[in-house]
């Protein structure tokens, strides 16, 4: 049996990834975490199942296979160290982790015989889509390219995780290394950047789009995710997947899918 903490464990992605644990027959829920002070605390998320604070949660993971984390940017920076122990694995969904988070993370994984998930879209149409951003960068190396994400009013990050994956991906099979971030006023003739604008509007649950235009022809990719159970099965398959694989290491979702 997969022992399951998960941090953020009522919000939108998080209370999802929980019922659906639960639902397994070789997991089990054992630890529901949302911010310290949070009027969550203490309520029943699933049957026998309540919800603690931040605070407990070098306590919730000392028995647990996996942590989960679905939180936010600032609060992954306490969640993160909170929930280190040597061996227990990782399957991180949370965007916009600050860069000194990862890299102490990274160390801390390989010290700890521990193994960790780290994606910014669990979804395996996202990750197919990903895969082609690759191939058509390389194939259109010249041509321009523009990002444009929409989502939900509430998100908390910008850019998507998402938009900047694929701008990274992107950057690495062609000649660009330049990112810009929106436009305005007199900015002059496009240059060789890859450009992301970040798009919120009501219940939007994820879209990107890139644009790959030369000056006779564009193709645009466009990915929608109708629902963020899209995102929540992945997530479970990622706890499978690196449940006891305690490889040291930082793994993506091609290998979970095997893509
Ligand atoms: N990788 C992927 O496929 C996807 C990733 N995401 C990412 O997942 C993250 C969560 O998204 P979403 O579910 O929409 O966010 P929500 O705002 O709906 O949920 C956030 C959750 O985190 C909890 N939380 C907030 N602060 C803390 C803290 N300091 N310590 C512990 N828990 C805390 C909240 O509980 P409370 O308020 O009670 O404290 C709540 O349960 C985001 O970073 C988002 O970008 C989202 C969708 C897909
Ligand atoms: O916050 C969200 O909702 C989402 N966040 C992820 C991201 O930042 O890429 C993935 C998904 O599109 C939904």
């Known amino acids: 049996?997969?022992?399951?903490?998960?941090?953020?464990?009522?919000?939108?992605?998080?209370?999802?990834?929980?019922?659906?644990?639960?639902?397994?027959?070789?997991?089990?829920?054992?630890g529901a975490i949302v911010s310290e002070g949070s009027a969550n605390i203490g309520r029943e998320i699933l049957p026998g199942v309540r919800c603690i604070g931040a605070d407990r949660l070098s306590e919730a993971v000392k028995d647990a296979d996996v942590y989960v984390d679905l939180t936010s940017p600032s609060a992954i920076v306490k969640t993160l160290p909170a929930a280190r122990r040597k061996g227990l694995n990782y399957v991180i969904g949370t965007t916009g982790i600050p860069k000194e988070v990862m890299e102490t993370f990274e160390k801390n994984i390989a010290a700890d015989g521990s193994g960790a998930v780290v994606t910014p879209n669990f979804s395996v149409g996202?990750?197919?889509?990903?895969?082609?951003?690759?191939?058509?960068?390389?194939?259109?190396?010249?041509?321009?390219?523009?990002?444009?994400?929409?989502?939900?009013?509430?998100?908390?990050d910008a850019p998507s995780g998402t938009a900047k994956k694929a701008a990274e991906?992107?950057?690495?099979?062609?000649?660009?290394?330049?990112?810009?971030?929106?436009r305005e006023g007199e900015v002059g003739a496009r240059g060789n950047e890859i450009c992301i604008h970040s798009v919120r509007a009501g219940d939007v649950v994820g879209e990107h789009t890139v644009i790959f235009a030369g000056n006779k022809e564009r193709i645009e990719l466009t990915h929608r995710a109708h629902s963020r159970e899209a995102f929540a099965e992945g997530a479970v398959a990622a706890i499978r997947w690196i449940a006891n694989k305690n490889s040291g290491k930082i793994h993506t979702m091609y290998e979970v899918l095997g893509l």
Request: one cysteine or more; charged letters at 25%; a negative charge.
């Open 169 to 182: 991906l992107i950057a690495a099979n062609s000649c660009k290394t330049e990112y810009l971030y929106g």
């Open 1 to 30: 049996m997969i022992s399951v903490v998960v941090g953020g464990a009522t919000g939108k992605l998080g209370s999802l990834v929980c019922r659906l644990v639960s639902e397994q027959e070789d997991m089990k829920l054992s």
């Open 126 to 156: 996202v990750n197919v889509f990903f895969k082609t951003c690759e191939s058509l960068a390389a194939a259109l190396k010249d041509y321009d390219i523009e990002i444009i994400e929409t989502h939900h009013n509430q998100k908390k």
